[in-house]
């Protein structure tokens, strides 16, 4: 009996520990080095992070980078000199709920304040009236979707959009296939606030190492930098609600889908086939067939569901084969 209530109590203090917050790791010198060069803006009482650098002499286009779930901005980090030395200015935030970002709880999170959101850093940066390119991955996807929906609409105040590249985004449903700690955060309202105080780093390692492909793994350090961005102001608390952006493509895919499909905007999409959140075939076939106006890459066949950090060079390629073609 007394074994019994030793081991019990073996499990029961660290999961406890946890539940109860553990402090969260210390910046490294890269992401410190990223902080410090951001800045942050004003939005709705919350703090939002941004970066914002300057760069080809003669050019003025910019480019506006959008991440993806659950990470940051950071995830341009090996893409930012290079595409630097083409664009007159380089920008990329957090998004409310993500990295450096504020992350309220409890919250109502939606693909239609980020993308306000993104409206709201143009218009304090300046750049209302500038055609933008928009370079977006995964959740960026769906936020960049909204943004070229009001766009073509011609609202007032509204971004204008020269170009849109997206990358491995779950854009269709019906191709989408989610992580089942994902689909357990935005369907269960009981075990959600449990789970997410119980997601520690060897979960979330799990997790991120089953959508980078067997050759293009991150280092360690860069897998605790995934980390670090996540747990920064207590994101794990906030992540089965900003996960309804899941349900909210479902029921939102007319909208979005139908913008990409009748837009006059250059459109790009740079996949890695070994994703397994959005397949090959299916995913590629099904865009191909219903977004007849975009050019597509298709990157080596070992690249996954972060083309960007798996292979920059060939996402670089391919996007400044994109840029230069209209």
Known sequence: MREWWIHVGLICVPLAAVYLHIPPPQ???????????????????????YRDSYGAL????????????????????????????????VI???FLGFGFSDKPRPHRYSIFEQASMVEALVSH?????????????????????????????????????????????????ETHHPRLLQTLLKDSSFLA????????YLLFHEGIREVF??????????????????????GNLVLDSILQYINQRLKHRE??????????????????????????????????????RSTVTILDKHISHYPQLEDPTGFLNAYFNFIHSF
């Open 27 to 49: 910046l490294s010198a890269s992401l410190q080095k990223w902080h410090s060069a951001g800045k942050v803006f004003t939005f709705r009482g919350s703090q939002i992070f």
């Open 58 to 89: 003669g050019s003025s286009d910019v480019v506006l980078l959008l991440h993806g779930f659950p990470t940051s901005s950071f995830d341009w980090n090996k893409i930012w000199d290079p595409l630097l030395q083409r664009f007159h200015r």
């Open 92 to 94: 990329a935030m957090d």
């Open 125 to 173: 940066l300046g750049l209302s009236s500038h055609r933008l390119n928009l370079v977006s991955h995964d959740y960026g996807d769906t936020v960049a979707l909204e943004l070229l929906y009001r766009s073509d609409q011609n609202r007032t105040g509204h971004l204008k959009l020269n170009s849109l590249c997206l990358s491995n985004g779950g854009i269709f449903p």
């Open 193 to 200: 606030p449990i789970l997410t105080r119980l997601t520690n």
């Open 213 to 234: 492909g067997p050759y293009t793994q991150p280092t360690d350090a860069e897998y605790w930098d995934m980390w670090t961005g996540l747990r920064y102001n207590d």
């Open 255 to 292: 909208r979005w889908v139908g913008a990409l499909t009748s837009t006059m905007v250059p459109l790009h999409m740079i996949y890695g086939p070994l994703d397994p959140v959005n397949p090959h075939p299916q995913f590629i076939r099904l865009y191909q067939q219903l977004v007849h």
